[in-house]
């Protein structure tokens, strides 16, 4: 809980990306669930937890352009749970499965409130975000 309450103070007394400001570091994380052929661990809360943590930079190149990078690291998976049958109706083994993700991602985002199509301070500021990732 205290560590909740320190990211909240964090992340109240930082500064947005702006023209002054250009370069945008941020650093995250979750859990991630596997669905798939051996199973799914989706929306299962007695499921095994399996991590992942990212780290995300951004940078304000003009009124009208960002570019962004991003690399996540992190595990994800599908055990048998007790009682869980082992196999399915079709025949195919429900398999214990762990593996670990890594991967990175570079992305531009255009966006609409530039002082050309909206005004850069619009309340609104729709934006086309698109990339590759590997």
Known sequence: MTILAVLMVISISGFSQSKEVRNNISIG????????????????????????????????????????????????GHCRMDGENQYRDAGTEVLNMLGRLTSFVVAGKYKFANGYILKENAKLAPYIYLGAGK
């Open 29 to 76: 994380g979750g859990s991630g669930g596997y669905n798939g052929d051996l199973g799914t661990t989706w929306f299962e809360m007695e499921e095994e937890w399996y991590g992942f943590i990212g780290l995300y930079q951004s940078r304000y190149l003009n009124a009208s352009f960002d570019l962004n990078t991003s690399i996540t690291f992190g595990d994800y």
